[in-house]
């Protein structure tokens, strides 16, 4: 049976939860859709800023209409967490990649144990996948990457608006105890440890978590692991710059872009969002690329 069988409407898929603890405390929920075969691959797939796992359950069917299994993650403050942001309340990338990552992905290997591992994202999911990555290369086969991106400011149109809303962005969280995203209209409502690391990496364009030891940017120059990375052609939350700033710190990971168009999307714009109510072109490209990565 190849591990890479072709889609069918027809195959049985299963959604079930799995309860993740991290080793603070936090809980949460992995959504895991499994194919009717026993799966040889995995995918963990990480969300966009403010964005809960559940919305990505089109993307997980598409995978799993191709024999592939996936777990969603889902972030700390969103969705079933059982954490939200306030003053009392706060985290940051350390949080999310040393705790709340580390849990997720273990609890994942021990569902499908015998399934390599490829981890994925969307936004601000990709830039933190390739960091998961980059500081667990041995545990990751390859990168799967859609309209993600550095947010550093010189690599978007309208840069100084944009380095002014990185520069207002975390003493306004620092001010509220959180940031309203949700009132903003950009992301959820976000932790300030969050949003000091996400506005620090936009207006240096460098990764750093606070208090986190590791180089980041060292452990992303070592990375082998190879990427597909797919750009939205009307995304401007996520242009082509910004996705090369993010790619040219993994100079030693072999890399594959494209572009998905409008056409590719059954009537669905080609922007940061839309593409996730029918992402099955998405993946039909990711997994014909897996497929050559596997057997080479």
Same mark, same amino acid.
């Given at each position: &049976?190849?591990?890479?069988?072709? $889609?069918?409407?027809?195959?049985?898929?299963?959604? *079930?939860?799995?309860?993740?603890?991290?080793?603070?405390?936090?809980?949460?929920? /992995?959504?895991?859709?499994?194919?009717?075969?026993?799966?040889?691959?995995?995918?963990?797939?990480?969300?966009?800023?403010?964005?809960?796992?559940?919305? %990505?359950?089109? +993307?997980? =069917? @598409?995978?799993?209409?191709?024999?592939?299994?996936? @777990?969603?993650?889902?972030?700390?403050?969103?969705?079933?967490?059982?954490?939200?942001?306030?003053?009392?309340?706060?985290?940051?990338?350390?949080?999310?990649?040393?705790?709340?990552?580390?849990?997720?992905?273990?609890?994942?290997?021990?569902?499908?144990?015998?399934? !390599?591992?490829?981890?994925?994202?969307?936004? +601000?999911?990709?830039?933190?996948?390739?960091?998961? @990555?980059?500081?667990?290369?041995?545990?990751? !086969?390859?990168? +799967?990457?859609?309209?993600? #991106?550095?947010?550093?400011?010189?690599? *978007?149109?309208?840069?100084?608006?944009? %380095?002014?809303?990185?520069?207002?962005?975390?003493?306004?969280?620092?001010?509220?105890?959180?940031?309203?995203?949700?009132?903003?209209? *950009? #992301?959820?409502?976000?932790?300030?440890?969050?949003?000091?690391?996400?506005?620090?990496?936009?207006?240096? #364009?460098?990764?750093?978590?606070?208090? &986190?030891?590791?180089?980041? =940017?060292?452990?992303?120059?070592?990375?082998?692991?190879?990427?597909?990375? /797919?750009?939205?052609?009307?995304?401007?939350?996520?242009?082509?710059?910004? /996705?090369?700033? +993010?790619?040219?710190?993994?100079?030693?990971?072999?890399?594959?872009?494209?572009?998905?168009?409008?056409?590719?999307?059954? #009537?669905? $714009?080609?922007?940061? *969002?839309?593409?996730?109510? &029918?992402?099955?072109?998405?993946?039909?490209?990711?997994?014909?690329? &897996?497929?050559?990565?596997?057997?080479?």
């Amino acid at each position: &049976m190849s591990a890479f069988p072709e $889609p069918s409407s027809t195959r049985a898929i299963s959604t *079930f939860t799995v309860p993740v603890t991290a080793a603070d405390g936090a809980r949460s929920e /992995l959504i895991c859709v499994q194919p009717a075969e026993p799966a040889a691959h995995r995918v963990y797939w990480l969300p966009a800023m403010g964005v809960a796992a559940k919305h %990505y359950l089109p +993307l997980a =069917e @598409a995978f799993a209409a191709h024999g592939m299994a996936v @777990a969603l993650h889902e972030w700390r403050g969103i969705g079933s967490s059982n954490c939200r942001a306030n003053r009392q309340h706060d985290w940051g990338y350390r949080q999310l990649l040393e705790r709340d990552l580390d849990a997720g992905v273990r609890e994942a290997g021990a569902h499908w144990p015998d399934a !390599t591992c490829w981890i994925g994202g969307h936004s +601000l999911g990709g830039q933190l996948a390739c960091l998961y @990555a980059g500081l667990h290369p041995q545990d990751v !086969t390859g990168i +799967l990457l859609v309209a993600s #991106g550095s947010p550093y400011w010189r690599t *978007f149109s309208y840069a100084p608006l944009i %380095y002014l809303a990185l520069a207002l962005a975390a003493p306004l969280s620092q001010l509220l105890g959180y940031l309203p995203g949700r009132k903003l209209g *950009f #992301g959820g409502n976000e932790a300030c440890g969050v949003i000091a690391d996400w506005s620090r990496s936009g207006r240096t #364009g460098r990764y750093a978590a606070h208090g &986190m030891a590791v180089d980041i =940017e060292r452990q992303l120059a070592a990375l082998q692991s190879p990427v597909l990375a /797919l750009q939205l052609r009307d995304d401007w939350l996520a242009p082509s710059r910004s /996705l090369a700033w +993010l790619l040219d710190k993994m100079p030693q990971a072999p890399k594959r872009t494209g572009i998905i168009e409008p056409g590719q999307l059954v #009537g669905q $714009p080609a922007d940061h *969002f839309s593409w996730m109510k &029918m992402p099955q072109a998405i993946v039909a490209q990711w997994v014909a690329w &897996m497929q050559g990565e596997v057997s080479t």
